[in-house]
């Protein structure tokens, strides 16, 4: 099975997300990467488990641009 280019497999034989944080949060995240664990060794769980977290962290960075965009009025 293919594994997807944002999971990648520790030492452990876990896997982890790796996610790149958009360049107008970094500052406000103080990071450039993500990584968080799966908590699993099956390559098909850690793809599930990956795709909540992206949705998970896509939401977070919506919230934090609307609560730091200047509003319009």
């Given at each position: 099975?293919?594994?997807?280019?944002?999971?990648?497999?520790?030492?452990?034989?876990?896997?982890?997300?790796?996610?790149r944080v958009p360049k107008d949060l970094q500052d406000a995240l103080g990071t450039k990467?993500?990584?968080?664990?799966?908590?699993?060794?099956?390559?098909?769980?850690?793809?599930?488990?990956?795709?909540?977290?992206?949705?998970?962290?896509?939401?977070?960075?919506?919230?934090?641009?609307?609560?730091?965009?200047?509003?319009?009025?």
């Open positions: 099975m293919r594994v997807a280019h944002y999971l990648v497999r520790g030492t452990s034989g876990l896997f982890y997300v790796r996610l990467l993500i990584k968080r664990a799966t908590g699993t060794r099956c390559a098909r769980a850690a793809l599930v488990c990956a795709l909540t977290l992206q949705a998970r962290y896509a939401r977070l960075f919506d919230a934090i641009r609307r609560a730091t965009s200047p509003r319009s009025q």
